[in-house]
């Protein structure tokens, strides 16, 4: 295989569940292909380094290998190989959105019936 569309090589990497998400993506500017912004209709050569958004994380892979056919995640992981940066960055990224959540983390469930009493018998106190 000599050239692959970027949309199909997105999606046989499985980057994205369906080729017209990876258009859109790459339509948006979403994704970057060796620094620059790419056409749907791109060629993917080897060796190039491709940016995509993966939810909060942005992968930055290096492309190993050139297929127009998806198949299974194994396989699909042969076509690419993830930069160590972008591997230490989304690591420290999750880290951090990790301890965001801890920091900011509050009771969502209604009081019990204790609660409940001990909340009725402060506001009685305070209105005395």
Known sequence: MD?????????AARFFKTRALAKKAIEGGKVHYNGGRA??????ELGALIRVPQGWDVWEV???????QRRGA??????YRETDESVER???EAEGRRLTNQAMQHP????????RRDIQRFQRQRDE
């Open 90 to 92: 989304r690591t420290r």
């Open 108 to 115: 969502l469930k209604r009081p019990d019936k204790k609660q």
């Open 39 to 44: 056409k749907t209709s791109k060629n993917v």
């Open 62 to 68: 290096e492309v190993m290998a050139l297929s127009d």
């Open 74 to 79: 194994p396989e699909a992981r042969g076509l």
């Open 3 to 11: 050239s692959v569309r970027l949309d199909k090589w997105l999606w």
